[in-house]
């Protein structure tokens, strides 16, 4: 278990260092997440079914949306893939480690409920005490935060929730190993946003850390749910 422990420690701390090089240039980090998903979809490919290639397919394409009809520009394929893989990879964990897809809690309108509450109280303090004024009344806001919603829950976090679960096999001792999975949950999306250290921890603690406990303790959707709302509220009042 020390080694596994140890194991986790080191890959915490190479995403970290990903993720500060991600402030300017993406390639590594995302390089780093895709071969983490194809290892994990490789090593659990068993557990792989038809169902979990059509949701990988819709989460895809909702994610890419943006970019095909906003931005126009063939970035989409790259998301659409990241977002795929990332995808497979971690539900092929957890149906193999906790014996189910992470993806809808059989509680789900307890869980949706949860969700959008809290995408509607951390959105509003995401505005920063701005004035409440709909700047952008196109679908824009929509698609961007489906995009921030899909592709940073599944591609940044949901990956990396699995890689922790892989290396740990599901085996939480302590304390230590729930500090080093929600340190993976959350300190590389963070950082790769690009924030100063103060702006970084409050970024951490208000946004990252519910996002990662909604993941983990519920499930997929309602990260995604609550990220979505959360972007949603501010692109409607604060525009681009």
């Known amino acids: 278990m020390e080694s596994q422990r140890l194991k986790l420690f080191f890959i915490t ?89 992470k993806l809808l809690s059989k509680n789900w309108k307890k869980s949706l409920i949860i969700a959008i509450a809290l995408g509607l109280i951390l959105g509003f303090i995401n505005l920063g005490g701005a004035e409440i004024k709909i700047k952008d009344p196109t679908i824009t806001p929509l698609l961007i935060g489906l995009q921030a919603g899909i592709m940073e829950e599944i591609s940044f976090r949901f990956i990396l929730y699995a890689l922790s ?17 929600y340190a993976l949950m959350t300190l590389p999306h963070a950082i790769a946003h690009g924030f100063d250290i103060r702006n970084l921890i409050g970024a951490w603690i208000v946004f990252a850390m519910p996002l990662a406990i909604l993941q983990k303790k519920l499930d997929l959707t309602s990260s995604i749910t609550t990220h979505f709302i959360i972007d949603l509220i501010r692109f409607v009042c604060l525009g681009g």
């Open 13 to 101: 701390i190479i995403f970290i260092l990903l993720s500060s090089f991600a402030v300017k240039f993406f390639a590594p980090l995302f390089l780093g997440i895709i071969i983490a998903a194809i290892y994990l979809l490789i090593k659990n490919k068993d557990k792989l079914t038809k169902k979990d290639l059509i949701v990988a397919a819709i989460m895809s394409s909702l994610g890419s949306l943006n970019i095909i009809f906003i931005e126009k520009s063939l970035l989409a394929i790259a998301l659409f893939v990241i977002i795929f893989i990332t995808y497979l990879g971690a539900v092929t964990v957890f149906k193999n480690f906790l014996g189910w897809d």
């Open 165 to 181: 679960i892989y290396i740990l096999r599901d085996k939480e001792k302590n304390i230590v190993d729930k500090i080093l999975i």
